[in-house]
Each structure stands twice: as structure tokens, then as C-alpha cells.
């Protein structure tokens, strides 16, 4: 069994900071790719940021001059930089990593979320 656990969401300030953080743990035997994704009330769920298991980034649309991807690979671990928030990045912010178990199985799994939201 896998499990990812999101942790840093909360309520901020627009122009302000957060720092988000996804673990995973498990019967793991390697992990892939592993990403951010983000929906907000009322719209699709869209993709914030990607990263390899070697460090390569790519960011959805106009994220990337705000938001930092990166991952310890030593820790299961998967970080969000979110810098200058604006109230539209208000959103659940879901982290997601592509894992071959111990079993020898691939799949895609998901944490449960972490809602953040930008507001005076």
C-alpha cells in the first residue's frame, strides 16, 4: 500500500508565501515523475508543476515565474514553492507521483489534498 500526504496549505495573504510538501511512503520500491496539481471551486483539476526523478521541471501555464518544483528523492518528498499569491491561486492542491511497488506494480496514485487559500 501507498499513500501520498500533502502538508503546508493554508490561509495567506495575496503577495504572500507558502511552502508545500507531499511524502510518500509505502511499500515502495522506486518512484517516477511526481507533480503538483491544483482545482479550484467550480473548474478542472490543472497542472501546477511536474518533476523527474532526475530533477526536470516543467510548470503549467503561467506558473512557473511564481512556483518552484522540487523534490528530495533521499525523503519520498515533493515540494511547492508558491511565491507572490494571488487570490486566484485559491485551490485544493493535490500532489501525485507515479510509483512501482514492491510488488513490482506501476501506478499513479494521489494524496488527499491540501487546500489553500489567498485572501486579506
Known amino acids: 500500500q501507498v499513500q501520498l500526504v500533502e502538508s503546508g496549505g493554508g490561509l495567506v495573504q495575496p503577495g504572500g508565501s507558502l511552502r508545500l510538501s507531499c511524502v510518500a511512503s509505502?511499500?515502495?520500491?522506486?518512484?517516477?515523475?511526481m507533480g503538483w496539481y491544483r482545482q479550484a471551486p467550480g473548474k478542472e483539476r490543472e497542472l501546477v508543476a511536474g518533476i523527474s526523478v532526475s530533477g526536470i521541471a516543467n510548470y503549467g501555464n503561467s506558473m512557473k515565474d511564481r512556483f518552484t518544483i522540487s523534490r528530495d528523492n533521499t525523503k519520498n518528498t515533493v515540494y511547492l514553492q508558491m511565491n507572490t499569491l494571488k487570490p486566484e491561486d485559491t485551490a485544493v492542491y493535490y500532489c501525485n507521483a507515479a510509483i512501482v511497488t514492491t510488488s513490482g506494480r506501476w501506478n499513479t496514485y494521489w494524496g488527499q489534498g491540501t487546500p489553500v487559500t489567498v485572501s486579506s
Open positions: 509505502g511499500s515502495i520500491f522506486s518512484i517516477n515523475a
